[in-house]
């Protein structure tokens, strides 16, 4: 009896993203763990998720207390970086399979599986793009955007969310790509953790789908957080208000950065009204191309243009140019002129967060530099690409 290929690679697959996962969990508990202890960013978070399911209220001073206990030794003075829980209360649900894992060990593996979400969303993009490069180009790539690029490897250090965010995201445009709307909606989920960039996110790409009239991965996407969000209630009772000052406080501490703050005041209402309208005009503009070039256009515009408008509390977030700078890739190697420039002009783009720390202030201003900066080259992409040319398999 012969065994179906799939469930051959499935069985094989298993184990070995098993050994793959535990081998990088285990090199971050010796390494990271033990350099920084659990002053990682996502500790607040699990200490939370214990408190929810206890029955306590994660936005508390005990709970606020136990985390500075836990991450510092002692409890903070008034207006240091007080560590309080920031995320809402349907994240704790999300996160409770990490609760079954020593507090250290829940650390390393979150932080490793944002390591391994950077390494997997290139892939993901590749086949959104139909696009097959050499192995060493492939190689290059990943080099390039999770080591060089800085920002994925400053997430991973950290423990954040941004890789697991960016990879729902693209797990979700994937399944829309590939007719599966349903699983799209359970992706989007993931990405709102937190919902400060996933939220406006998530609701932007749902909103295509609905101008195209595709409900399902709105409806399913709905339902589920309308179901995380009553067991919350059912758990921890009514959370908002105190969420909400948490958040506030948290906005006072986290020093975020807005792009727009870093232009002279006159100018920034012509920015906020430029960057605006573009991404209107890219919303109007998708219904008049195809699926997937308007989805991966679309994509593009709304990751740049939030980067641009909403204030970022931390350097990763500018891991989500990924997506805009793997298009430009493959639109460099659909060009029939012009690739030896552009794929400079992309190499230098990976390695320019190094240059800026060693600009005076270039630690705010590569929030406005990044983005605007990936855009330019993405658009310059776009001219004298041949959209219906079959993508050749490597760079120049």
């Known amino acids: 009896m012969q065994i179906n290929t ?6 094989t697959a298993i184990p070995l993203a098993f050994i793959l996962v535990a081998g990088i969990a285990w090199f971050t508990h010796q390494t990271v763990i033990k350099m920084y202890g ?12 214990e408190a929810f399911w206890a029955g306590e209220m994660p936005y508390s001073r005990a709970v606020t207390e136990r985390i500075q206990i836990g991450m510092f030794g002692a409890i903070l003075s008034a207006g240091e970086d007080e560590q309080r829980v920031a995320h809402p209360a349907y994240s704790f649900v999300l996160l409770t399979p990490l609760l079954l894992l020593p507090d250290a060990v829940a650390l390393a593996l979150w932080a490793s599986l944002q390591f391994l979400a950077f390494l997997i969303t290139p892939f993901l993009w590749f086949s959104i793009l139909g696009w097959k490069p050499r192995p060493w180009i492939t190689i290059a790539l990943l080099l390039g955007l999770v080591f060089i690029f800085r920002y994925p490897m400053i997430s991973y250090v950290l423990g954040q969310f941004v890789g697991t965010m960016l990879l729902s995201v693209s797990v979700g445009i994937w399944c829309l790509q590939n007719n599966k709307p349903g699983w799209a909606g359970v992706a989007f989920v993931f990405a709102m953790m937190p919902p400060s960039f996933g939220a406006p996110l998530v609701v932007l790409l749902l909103l295509r789908e609905v101008l195209y009239g ?4 709105a409806i399913v996407f709905t339902g589920l957080m309308v179901l995380l969000f009553m067991i919350t209630l059912i758990r921890i009772g009514w959370w908002l208000p105190e969420w909400f000052a ?18 002279p005041q006159l100018v920034q209402p012509l920015f906020f009204t430029a960057v605006i309208g573009t991404g209107v005009w890219a919303l109007w503009r998708t219904r008049r191309t195809n699926a997937q070039e308007g989805m991966v256009n679309f994509t593009c515009t709304v990751l740049i243009m939030l980067l641009l408008l909403l204030p970022i509390t931390g350097n990763y977030y500018l891991s ?18 012009g690739r030896l420039p552009m794929s400079i002009a992309l190499i230098a783009l990976l390695l320019l967060p190094w240059l800026h720390l060693s600009i005076p202030q270039g630690w705010r201003y590569q929030f406005l530099t990044m983005p605007l900066l990936a855009a330019l080259l993405w658009w310059l992409t776009q001219r004298g690409t041949h959209p219906n040319a079959t993508a050749p398999e490597s760079l120049p």
């Open 214 to 217: 595709r409900w399902r991965t």
């Open 320 to 337: 989500f140019l990924i997506p805009v700078l793997i298009v430009s890739a493959w639109r460099i190697a659909q060009r029939r002129a």
């Open 6 to 11: 799939g469930i051959y690679k499935t069985i």
């Open 38 to 49: 659990y002053r990682l960013d996502f500790y607040p978070s699990l200490v939370g998720t």
């Open 246 to 263: 948490n958040m506030s406080a948290y906005q006072e501490y986290a020093n975020p950065q807005l792009a727009a703050g870093l232009l």
